[in-house]
């Protein structure tokens, strides 16, 4: 007997075949029902991940009327249940019709116990995963900054470092690889600061032709330049009493970087053309995913300009070191898109959460956003498969079909979320899958499946 025996329901009149059952699932805490009321009854009382019906219930034993009724009654009063339709070969068009009820799966008797522990497993399966999805969907991350989800504890200290610089007005140097969310903390840093009211001015300096940076940047006098019909106010002088946000910092050609030091030191704007200085106040955050220590070994970006701007660094690790955070991002993408895409799906399918977790993500977090909004507006059913994100799943192919090991793919999987949710903090990963913290040990050995704490 399991140490943690799951729970399985099976409704039938016949006691010889429900002895045989029990045999068969001797690692299950089996509940024996054999009438309609006594299965609503069983499940209203306990939590029931799989329930084997058989069709042919008294008073109908020959039709298929009662174990219908018996269905429907199930999944009214535990609809997450999956319900399982035995049947005899002739009443086939009565399975179907248990299918488009609701059923989660049939069998054809005679039974084949390797046939049905197989589809069992694959139901209890099933369940868990729904079930973590809906704890995903209810269980918001605890995240110091409001607008940023995150559980993760790499990602978490960089909130909290937020916070704290935040409310200050030193420069900030962010650092990290794109798709990451260097911008999003931006915007958060600006508005938990006393600059909120003021303007938040992005400007991508890598997006704007070196000829025309520094008008972008310090504006013009109508006729400066050719082309140039009418006053230009730049950004600078536009985020006045606001924030300006310098994303690629490291794009910038030194040229431009000997005016933007100049900037930095007195905070003066000459607009191209114009001779009249204008102070201004304006805190200044940059962004990079670029190596500037590299570069200024290089001679490619000046020391006295990175160590202005470098105030304070804070570096934002790529989606790929922050546990849990994957999962997290690609459940809250599902629920926004899903509903405002109006589609039905709601979840993750097998394999799938496995899969993200496993990918290496070198887009980082618009990767994510962009393959979950394409699997949602495209895919056919309620669950996201690994195959609708565009992910493969190599480490899981070829699996065994012995129940042994699916069971143990699954425990292993249930785990790792339970893991992931907790922020790898043990006990209330104990607390989510409803064991002990020194049984979550054992199996996280049993497993090898590491925290890094």
Known sequence: MASNPKPLLIVDDDVGLLRQLRWAFSDHKVYPAGTRQEAIDIVRTEVIPVAIVDLGLPPDPDG????????????????????????????????????????????????????????????QHMFELEAENRRLAEVAPASPVDGIIASSAEMLRVLRNVEKIAPTDVTVLLL????????????????MSARAHGPFVPINCAAIPETLLESELFGHEKGAFTGAVRLNVGKMESADHGTLFLDEIGDVPLAMQVKLLRFLQDQIVERVGGRKPIQVDVRIICAT??????????GRFREDLYYRLNEVAIRVPPLRERLGDA??????????????????????????????????WPGNVRELENRVKRAVVMADGPLLSPNDLGLSTPDEEPQSLFIRAARARAEREVLQLALAQAGANLSKAAKLLGISR????????????????
């Not at 990290?176 to 508005?191: D, M, N, V, Y």
């Not at 995913?289 to 290089?298: G, K, P, S, T, V």
């Not at 809250?332 to 898109?337: A, E, S, T, V, Y």
């Not at 020194?438 to 704490?453: A, C, F, N, S």
């Open 289 to 298: 995913n670029q190596d500037l220590d590299r570069m200024m070994a290089e």
């Open 327 to 360: 999962v997290f991002l690609a459940s809250f993408f599902l629920r926004r898109f899903a509903a405002e895409y109006d589609r039905p799906v709601r979840g993750f399918g097998p394999g799938t959460l496995a899969a993200l977790k496993d990918h290496s």
């Open 64 to 123: 298929a009327s009662e174990g219908l009724a018996t269905l429907s009654g199930i999944l009214a009063a535990a609809p997450a249940t999956k319900v399982i339709i035995a049947t005899e070969n002739e009443t086939r068009e009565h399975a179907l019709r248990a299918i488009a009820l609701g059923a989660y799966d049939f069998y054809q008797k005679p039974i084949d116990v390797d046939v049905l522990q197989l589809i069992v497993s694959r139901a």
């Open 438 to 453: 020194p049984t979550l040990y054992d199996l996280m050995q049993q497993h090898q499946i590491g925290v890094d704490m």
């Open 176 to 191: 990290g690889e794109s798709g990451t969310g260097k911008e999003l903390l931006a915007h958060a840093i600006h508005r």
